[in-house]
């Protein structure tokens, strides 16, 4: 989402007439876009902003942003700290960024920060506005933004705010003016995408009219998989106490949607999870997981779980390794938990679990995972699998690397050049814990998409 905001935020800047550059030097705006979700987000921007007060005292005219949810968690404290910050925007409005950066010029730095992502009965939907798609044979569209969950970990619901879900119209049409750019795959984005339209039924209902059936995400996934040009669909995240059976068979019977779930776990102890307020059971979620290998024998699972949540015993630890293994993952994103500052789980201080512990608990679930990577990873050698190419491979010279419908990243070899952006067909030779490799066999289709040229800078 964040990376999302970043294109945005460079879109609308373009428009305002502003080119990129790669050096910092050329630069006459900096817009750091940061993301609370990441560890020591506070530490990392002061220290360059400290860095940051050298570039911008050493030409007249240069201006610093500061956005993202960081900004939007900390209001007013960005240029407290750091006084030569000319623009502090939160996550709500992002829309502001060129009109705040011209005021700033004449009337010194402003912070302004949005609680709510509506204004004036407005939504503000981040898709509305140009974006600068760093690759634009892929594309992400946001669907919903804030999150109505309260899980006790994470900080997303009070820097994002409530869940709010886009017209279905408005979504579709933006996947076919993608489609018309050139793009071919596209990814919807939202915290919670099975709990989307609840909201847009709901207004309505309120509101006394006829109620008509809102378009849930099975129907919007449909919707987008058939659009002219579409060759891929992909959507993040799932959550496994709103993912229903409608879903499951939207995915089974849409040939552009991907076999790839991304379905968090977060931990295998039933306990660990109540106290996580995840309002599934593991068992739940297996059963789940059944279901959608039954509609899908070739998809692939990945997950994310969280090792040494508070108040994780031994016994709960030994849930999540015997519930992965279970599972079966493609692969892991596994975090070591630590606290965000506005969090229930940092005010559980008593039931933190001690680093050895957890990094303990971290390389033996790293193994479990590992050995279920690589054996699915191993069975897919011998196959011509679908990629579509992303590039050369930087390290192999005659090697490039690509995406499998599952989401798999491919180091291959190729005689010929191709472009990011090519469907074509690989036969699959070796497989490795977190990548396969293999043999460029034929081009499928070539990328339509424009390329972007870059922009030379006067007199550099
Ligand atoms: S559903 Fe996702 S975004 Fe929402 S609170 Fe839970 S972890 Fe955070």
Not at 46 to 60: I, V
Not at 83 to 103: I, M, P, Q, S, Y
Not at 123 to 145: D, G, K
Request: charged share 25%; aromatic share 6%; with cysteine.
């Amino acid at each position: 989402m964040n990376e999302h905001d970043s294109e945005r935020i460079a879109g609308l800047l373009e428009a305002e007439g502003l080119l990129s550059v790669s050096e910092e030097s050329d630069a006459d705006v900096i817009v750091l876009n940061t993301c609370c979700i990441r560890e020591n987000a506070d530490n990392k921007l002061y220290g360059t902003l400290g860095h940051l007060k050298t570039w911008k005292d050493s030409r007249e005219g240069r201006q610093i942003v500061v956005a993202g949810c960081l900004s939007q968690k900390d209001k007013d404290v960005v240029q407290a700290r750091a006084k030569w910050v000319d623009v502090v925007l939160g996550t709500h409005n992002v829309h502001r960024t060129a009109e705040l950066l011209e005021h700033s010029r004449s009337n010194g730095p402003i912070t302004e920060i949005y609680d709510e992502a509506v204004e004036d009965d407005h939504v503000l939907f981040p898709s509305a506005l140009p974006a600068r798609r760093e690759t634009t044979y892929n594309a992400w569209v946001t669907i919903q933004i804030g999150c109505d969950n309260t899980c006790a970990y994470c900080i997303v619901p009070s820097v994002r705010g409530k869940e709010i879900s886009r017209q279905p119209e408005d979504i579709v049409d933006e996947v076919r003016r993608l489609a018309d750019l050139g793009v071919t795959e596209v990814t919807l984005l939202g915290q919670n995408v099975n709990s989307y339209g609840r909201d847009l039924t709901l207004a309505e209902r309120q509101a006394g009219g006829d109620v008509r059936v809102r378009p849930l995400f099975a129907d919007l996934l449909r919707n987008v998989g058939t659009v002219p040009g579409i060759k891929r669909v992909r959507y993040t995240s799932p959550h496994p106490k709103d993912m229903k059976s409608d879903v499951i068979a939207a995915m089974a019977e849409t040939p552009s949607v991907c076999e790839h779930l991304h379905y968090p776990l977060q931990s295998g102890s039933d306990r660990v999870l109540a106290l996580m307020h995840r309002g599934y059971t593991a068992q739940r979620y297996l059963e789940r997981l059944a279901e959608a290998r039954a509609a899908m024998p070739d998809i692939a699972i990945t997950t994310d779980i969280i090792v040494g949540f508070p108040g994780e015993t031994e016994e709960d630890f030994v849930r999540t390794l015997e519930v992965a293994a279970e599972a079966n993952f493609d692969s892991t994103f596994t975090f070591i938990f630590s606290p965000r500052d506005g969090t229930e789980a940092a005010t559980m201080t008593e039931h933190f679990v001690e680093p050895s512990v957890i990094a303990d608990r971290f390389d033996r679930l790293r193994v479990v995972v590992e050995r279920s990577a690589l054996l699915l990873h191993e069975a897919r050698a011998g196959r011509i699998e679908e990629i579509v190419v992303e590039g050369p491979n930087r390290k192999r010279d005659g090697h490039f690397t690509g995406r499998t419908r599952q989401n798999k990243l491919v180091h291959f070899a190729s005689q010929q050049a191709l472009r990011p952006g090519t469907y074509g067909t690989v036969e699959i030779t070796r497989g490795a814990p977190h990548f396969l490799e293999g043999i460029f066999r034929e081009v499928l289709a070539e990328p339509t998409h424009r390329v972007r040229i870059p922009v030379a800078v006067a007199g550099h």
